[in-house]
């Protein structure tokens, strides 16, 4: 099976949700927790009880490990050995990118075999050319897992060169999401191969000839809503899925409520 095709199976029972787990500074301290590792271990611990068996996609945000060292990357490797053991899709959401044997690194470091970082997808950026990113591409072909392209992100400062237009009249963004359908194009289904577009975007990229699948950030605490997706994901809406962090974590630090939230939630994005 392709990674679209594993996320579809998981949307089917369990909706369309990716839950992150952001152990970020302020997080830790409302949940009571201490800001090293040790307390996004806890932290991490409780978000994998709760969203494990209810989200279809979980998305540890790497960042937030490694500002705590080669400590910080022990609790993210033991993190990830959870979610697999109990048989939970996960990305990675490392943003990496660069050329050559050094994206082939970063390619194997998230996706490779025996890796004791290994995820079920991973985020890149694209932003020194979609072709730079061919090792990791190629991998996610080889092994069935999958990788989430940068493409329309929402933040101001991208704007402006996402939305570049090129001399036959597509964006920047529209170029990407161009390339990752073509490296889609041989799957019957859908490919390994995502995008990730910001789900508050007025003016997105057309996806609907990715087939692929779609990570939208930006809703709920950033104020995107259910509606939006379905906008931005007109004609592939089974591929879509919203990304969830703040709005969730906030309901902690009580796994149950963590649960709930989650269970709520997905409820908006029912999988087709």
């Given at each position: 099976m392709t990674f679209g095709e594993k996320l579809l199976c998981a949307a089917a029972t369990r909706g369309r949700l990716c839950v992150g787990i952001d152990p970020h500074a302020s997080l830790l301290q409302s949940w009571g927790l201490s800001d090293d590792a040790e307390g996004v271990a806890?932290?991490?611990r409780r978000c994998v009880e709760a969203f494990a068996d209810?989200?279809?996609?979980?998305?540890?945000?790497?960042?937030?490990?490694?500002?705590?060292?080669?400590?910080?990357?022990?609790?993210?490797?033991?993190?990830?050995?959870?979610?697999?053991?109990?048989?939970?899709?996960?990305?990675?959401?490392?943003?990496?990118?660069?050329?050559?044997?050094?994206?082939?690194?970063?390619?194997?470091?998230?996706?490779?075999?025996?890796?004791?970082?290994?995820?079920?997808?991973?985020?890149?950026?694209?932003?020194?050319?979609?072709?730079?990113l061919r090792p990791v591409f190629e991998l996610a072909e080889a092994t069935g897992r999958g990788v989430f392209v940068l493409a329309a992100t929402s933040n101001p400062e991208a704007v402006e060169l996402q939305s570049h237009v090129n001399s036959d009249g597509r964006t920047i963004a529209q170029q990407?999401?161009?390339?990752?359908?073509?490296?889609?194009?041989?799957?019957?289904?859908?490919?390994?191969?995502?995008?990730?577009v910001g789900a508050t975007l007025a003016s997105p990229p057309n996806l609907s000839r990715l087939?692929?699948?779609?990570?939208?950030p930006g809703v709920g605490a950033q104020g995107a809503n259910a509606q939006d997706v379905a906008r931005i994901a007109a004609g592939v809406s089974n591929l879509a899925f919203p990304n969830v962090s703040r709005a969730i974590l906030s309901a902690g630090p009580n796994v149950s409520d963590l649960r709930k939230a989650v269970l709520s939630t997905a409820s908006e994005f029912p999988g087709h």
């Amino acid at each position: 099976m392709t990674f679209g095709e594993k996320l579809l199976c998981a949307a089917a029972t369990r909706g369309r949700l990716c839950v992150g787990i952001d152990p970020h500074a302020s997080l830790l301290q409302s949940w009571g927790l201490s800001d090293d590792a040790e307390g996004v271990a806890e932290f991490s611990r409780r978000c994998v009880e709760a969203f494990a068996d209810t989200a279809a996609l979980v998305k540890p945000q790497v960042a937030f490990y490694e500002r705590h060292g080669s400590a910080g990357f022990r609790v993210l490797e033991e993190t990830l050995v959870a979610l697999r053991e109990a048989g939970c899709l996960v990305v990675a959401d490392a943003k990496r990118g660069d050329i050559g044997s050094t994206m082939a690194g970063y390619a194997h470091a998230w996706l490779g075999e025996g890796s004791t970082l290994q995820t079920d997808a991973v985020t890149v950026s694209p932003y020194l050319g979609v072709g730079s990113l061919r090792p990791v591409f190629e991998l996610a072909e080889a092994t069935g897992r999958g990788v989430f392209v940068l493409a329309a992100t929402s933040n101001p400062e991208a704007v402006e060169l996402q939305s570049h237009v090129n001399s036959d009249g597509r964006t920047i963004a529209q170029q990407v999401v161009d390339e990752c359908a073509a490296l889609n194009a041989s799957h019957s289904g859908p490919g390994n191969i995502g995008v990730v577009v910001g789900a508050t975007l007025a003016s997105p990229p057309n996806l609907s000839r990715l087939n692929g699948p779609v990570l939208l950030p930006g809703v709920g605490a950033q104020g995107a809503n259910a509606q939006d997706v379905a906008r931005i994901a007109a004609g592939v809406s089974n591929l879509a899925f919203p990304n969830v962090s703040r709005a969730i974590l906030s309901a902690g630090p009580n796994v149950s409520d963590l649960r709930k939230a989650v269970l709520s939630t997905a409820s908006e994005f029912p999988g087709h």
